[in-house]
């Protein structure tokens, strides 16, 4: 079965603070992304990256930036958490031309 | 950029009958179109989705249909069961992996 897996599924974090929300794949796949899920406004990219050291900004992308050292690994990081960043974050994988599958999410709240 | 709106925004049926949900997009040169169900806590995964080189696309209860021309696709469901209930979405994309998402659309089958 192919597996995209969140490490953090519920986090609680106070505004100010560096969030690091990290993405593991099996797949082998070139293709990660992150998107960010809130009620009415269906899913949204961040930012995706189609290979190592290589990041490309999606249609939101201010407040965030990301990492990617390794093939397998997606991280995102909020410099500075803020309240309006409160969310669902999914990340996904995608070979060229497949499927993309996405992880459980990870509920972050600011406060 | 590319623009995906879908309608409704909720649907209730009773068991047994059909639900259709329709998107249309923005782009003409889009030519991916996925739909994924998500269930309450979950990632969204993947359910049946269609190229733009097909009309439409079908698996056992659920099938697609794409109209180039129009700019719209659909899905529909017949044979409806309580455990269709979740939110769905339909997605666009230009190139593969980068896609963008409807707003979703609440689905309830009633016993």
């Known amino acids: 079965d192919v597996k995209v897996t969140q490490s953090s599924r519920y986090l609680v974090k106070r505004t100010g603070e560096k969030v690091f929300l990290e993405c593991v794949q099996d797949?082998?796949?070139?293709?990660m992304f992150w998107y960010r899920q809130d009620p009415g406004l269906g899913l949204r990219l961040i930012y995706f990256?189609?290979?190592?050291?290589?990041?490309e900004k999606g249609d939101i992308p201010e407040g965030y930036s990301v990492s990617r050292e390794k093939k397998e690994r997606f991280s995102l990081i909020l410099e500075s958490a803020s309240t309006n960043q409160t969310s669902m974050y999914l990340c996904a994988g995608a070979s060229l031309g497949n499927t993309i599958y996405f992880g459980e999410g990870s509920w972050l709240t600011v406060v | 950029g590319e623009n995906v709106e879908q309608h409704p925004s909720t649907l209730s049926v009773q068991e047994g009958d059909s639900a259709v949900i329709k998107c249309t997009y923005s782009d003409s040169a889009s030519n991916y179109f996925p739909w994924y169900k998500q269930e309450l806590g979950k990632g969204p995964q993947l359910i049946i989705d269609?190229?733009?080189?097909?009309g439409e696309k079908k698996d056992q209860r659920i099938a697609v249909t794409l109209n180039k021309t129009a700019k719209h696709f659909s899905l529909h469901i017949t044979e409806t069961q309580p455990e269709d209930s979740a939110v769905y979405f339909c997605?666009?994309?230009?190139?593969?992996?980068?896609?963008?998402f409807g707003q979703g659309t609440i689905l309830t089958v009633h016993p």
């Open positions: 990256s189609y290979d190592v050291k290589m990041k």
């Open positions: 797949m082998d796949h070139e293709n």
């Open positions: 269609i190229r733009s080189n097909v």
């Open positions: 997605a666009a994309s230009l190139s593969y992996g980068k896609l963008t």
